[in-house]
């Protein structure tokens, strides 16, 4: 019998992590290594599996790439060292979830590298793989990335449009279920319930009640600003991913639109862009490489007498 995994995606600050705190109370395994909860980010926590993110990271490092990314590839793409991040992965998967009958897995940033992970869990026959697609305004995502990293509209939006769109393509064919941000602030016991449907195991909600979910979680609410083509085309695509039934057709007009803007940009911003970030790529590797190696550590307790005689002074 396979194992049943739920796989959280959609764009950073849309609810993952309150979907996934949702889902750790319900009972389904979310991972061994994850991020403690962050004042002022996320207080109830992240159910984020750092390992997980570390191989996301690398990955994205390897794309020339990054979370934030407003160009970022949305279609299929191959990633350079493949063979070795497919093992890194098996590796994950059996160290954290193995034998586990129902688990979790989340991070935002999974949702730019579907394809990838979806090749990793086909090829592991043991798991049964369903995915969850947070679904959030994408204007109160600019509102909470504003406060939180000082995004302009236009980089919020796009950021947005590539994870809706990457997360929406690369889960259709594959048992999914997309949930909106406000339902689940709202009523968590009807989304476990459809949870509970998706992956086919009944959950127990009258004898504990669901807590974790709360509406002061919401922080913005920002209201549309639909002034430029981009904001038009985000909305349209959050209204049609809102109704019961998708329209397949508008949403592949709107992601086609969305695709020549971004394609419409200047070919020297999209050079310079990726030549900063493969510099950012190169220096952290660097400061990596320095920060684990021998003279590295037997200089760092030098190092932390001179700061603390410094402090002194």
């Known amino acids: ?86 093992e890194k992965a098996h590796s994950l998967l059996k160290e954290d979830y193995d034998n586990q009958a129902f688990w979790g897995m989340k991070d935002p940033r999974t949702t730019l590298l579907l394809p990838f992970w979806k090749k990793v869990l086909k090829e592991n026959e043991k798991v049964l793989p369903h995915y969850i697609l947070m679904l959030r305004s994408p204007f109160e995502v600019f509102g909470s990335l504003k406060k939180r990293d000082d995004f302009s509209l236009e980089k919020s939006l796009m950021l947005w ?41 009944p959950f ?44 397949e057709a508008e949403v592949d007009k709107i992601r086609n639109d969305y695709l020549s803007y971004q394609s419409s940009l200047s070919s020297v911003l999209k050079e310079h862009l990726l030549a900063v970030k493969k510099e950012e790529v190169f220096y952290r590797k660097l400061f990596v490489d320095a920060y684990n190696s021998f003279w590295w550590k037997c200089s760092w307790p030098i190092k932390k007498v001179e700061e603390l005689i410094r402090g002194k002074k």
């Open 1 to 86: 019998m396979q194992n049943k995994a739920l796989i959280v995606i959609g764009m950073h600050r849309s609810g993952t992590s309150a979907l996934s705190g949702l889902l750790d109370e319900l009972g389904i395994f979310m991972g061994k290594t994850l991020f403690a909860a962050q004042k002022g980010v996320n207080e109830k926590g992240f159910f984020e599996n750092a390992e997980l993110v570390a191989l996301n990271d690398l990955m994205l490092d390897e794309l020339a790439s990054s979370w934030d990314d407003p160009i970022a590839d949305i279609g299929d793409y191959s990633i350079g060292k493949e063979s070795f991040f497919i």
């Open 161 to 201: 449009m590539n994870y809706t769109l990457s997360g929406y393509y690369h889960s259709m064919h594959a048992p999914r279920l997309i949930v909106h941000y406000d339902k689940l602030l709202s009523s968590p016991e009807s989304v476990a319930k459809n949870i509970a449907a998706l992956i086919d195991k």
């Open 204 to 247: 127990d909600i009258a004898a504990s009640p669901l807590s974790f979910v709360d509406k002061k979680m919401r922080n913005q609410r920002t209201e549309p600003t639909l002034e430029i083509p981009l904001a038009v085309m985000a909305q349209s695509l959050y209204e049609q991913l809102s109704k019961d039934k998708v329209d």
